[in-house]
């Protein structure tokens, strides 16, 4: 007889890790599991400290996913950074902690404070952030971190236009503000061990290969990719990622029939959303070279010698800006094939279009080579609000091929036209 639980959660990702702990916490009776594919990192000697988290990219806790070919990038395919661990992308990302603009998040103001732990307790606006939360937040400035690019940075954003906000995780984040990370005395805090687990049977390195569907329709469990089966008496939770999660519901025979049908899965429900209106962050960045490098601007310095310089990310700044709206009212007017006016969400009002990194740190494999050393900085623009949109689909019925990703990147005027404005404001800047 299959071991049985009350909720089988599929992904330990931070969504998983919240929801399994969350759900432990509901009832004393209720019986969680958590299957992840990847292994416990706990005592991986490269993820407690998020400064390493470049070593983690393509590494054995990286899903490290490449798009099909996108025809609108010269058909270039791009690499797709995926935790394949417990504790998912906490346990490899860079630990930014970015709220975004109230426009879009606004519905989640309770649960972001929920979660936080703000830095500056006594003296932060408790309306807006939490203080009791299990994720603790650290600035720049009160890390003690004294970048000798800091002063010139805000003057040349200054120059630009580009005004400086107190808070960039208010609710409304344009302008120049100081990063915040989720780090606690420089360490990364992984969503296993931020949120208690302990009533929660965790296993790893387990591949799901399908949700089990009985002939009413309903999940009764998942069958693993070495054919075992565990039942679920309540509820069977995929919280497996973007990518993931469509991958694990076609396999399931939930999903598009053309898709099912091209790798001989049997339909159990015709849903044709899965897979659909996928939509990525999409990041181009630049190198600069540093005309003074002699004056240990940047990280491979031989100045750098201050520790509290490693207790984050080497920048200072987060800048998140509009576009000029009514160039944008023309891109969208091209992409929609009607006249845009000022009542489009897009266009309404000044949105967060796109974020801008400065990176006192460059480095680059190949195309072009950058050592790290002192010689560069990165830059780095983020489009926020995309309209593009792609589609995941399978590349087979076996569930240890990864998943076919199109994320259409750049494929509507609107985006291109983003680009371009960040682009140019990056260059005015600098």
């Not at 590494?59 to 490449?66: A, C, P, R």
């Not at 750098?304 to 023309?330: A, I, N, Y």
């Not at 569930?399 to 259409?408: C, G, K, M, V, Y």
Request: net charge negative.
């Amino acid at each position: 007889m299959a071991e049985t639980f009350d909720f089988i959660i599929v992904g330990a990702g931070i969504g998983g890790c919240v929801l399994a702990s969350r759900l432990s916490q509901a009832s004393s009776s209720y019986s969680v599991l958590l299957i992840e594919a990847g292994p416990d990192v706990t005592d991986h000697p490269l993820v407690p400290n998020g400064m390493k988290y470049s070593r983690l990219l393509h590494s054995e806790l990286d899903w490290d996913y490449k798009t099909v070919t996108q025809c609108y990038l010269d058909n270039r395919a791009c690499y797709q950074a995926a935790g394949k661990a417990v504790s998912g992308g906490s346990a490899i990302k860079g630990g930014g902690w970015l709220r975004g603009d109230e426009e879009d998040y606004n519905d989640w103001a309770r649960l972001f404070r929920k979660t936080e732990h703000h830095h500056d307790e006594k003296s932060v606006n408790t309306e807006i952030h939490g203080v009791e939360g299990p994720i603790r937040t650290e600035s720049v400035s009160s890390t003690g971190r004294k970048y000798p690019l800091r002063d010139q940075i805000k003057a040349a954003w200054a120059s630009a236009g580009v005004h400086e906000t107190a808070d960039m995780n208010s609710g409304s984040p344009l302008g120049v503000g100081e990063l915040v990370e989720n780090r606690q005395n420089g360490m990364r805090q992984l969503a296993s061990t931020s949120y208690d687990l302990s009533r929660v049977k965790v296993i790893t390195e387990t591949l799901v290969k399908c949700v089990m569907i009985d002939d009413e329709n309903q999940a009764t469990g998942v069958e693993l990719s070495d054919g075992a089966k565990i039942a679920a008496r309540r509820e069977v939770i995929i919280s497996s990622g973007a990518y993931r999660t469509p991958q694990v519901l076609m396999l399931s025979g939930i999903g598009p029939s053309d898709e099912l049908k091209k790798h001989g899965i049997a339909q159990k429900v015709h849903s044709p959303g899965v897979g659909k209106n996928f939509h990525d962050h999409f990041a181009v960045t630049q190198w600069w070279a540093l005309r003074h490098p002699e004056k240990n601007l940047a990280m491979g310095s031989p100045g750098w010698t201050d520790p509290s310089l490693f207790r984050g990310l080497p920048m200072d700044f987060v800048t998140t800006q509009s576009v000029p709206l009514e160039g944008l009212k023309r891109a969208l007017t091209i992409d929609e094939g009607r006249l845009v006016g000022h009542e489009h969400p897009l266009v309404h009002s000044p949105r967060a279009h796109h974020e801008t990194y400065v990176v006192y740190a460059g480095a680059n494999a190949e195309n072009p080579k950058i050592s790290l050393d002192d010689s560069h900085i990165t830059t780095s623009i983020v489009i926020m609000l995309l309209t593009s949109r792609g589609l995941i689909t399978l590349a087979s019925k076996d569930p240890s091929d990864a998943p076919l990703i199109h994320p259409n990147y750049c494929a509507t005027e609107a985006d291109r036209y983003v680009f371009r404005e960040g682009l140019i404001k990056i260059m005015s800047m600098l």
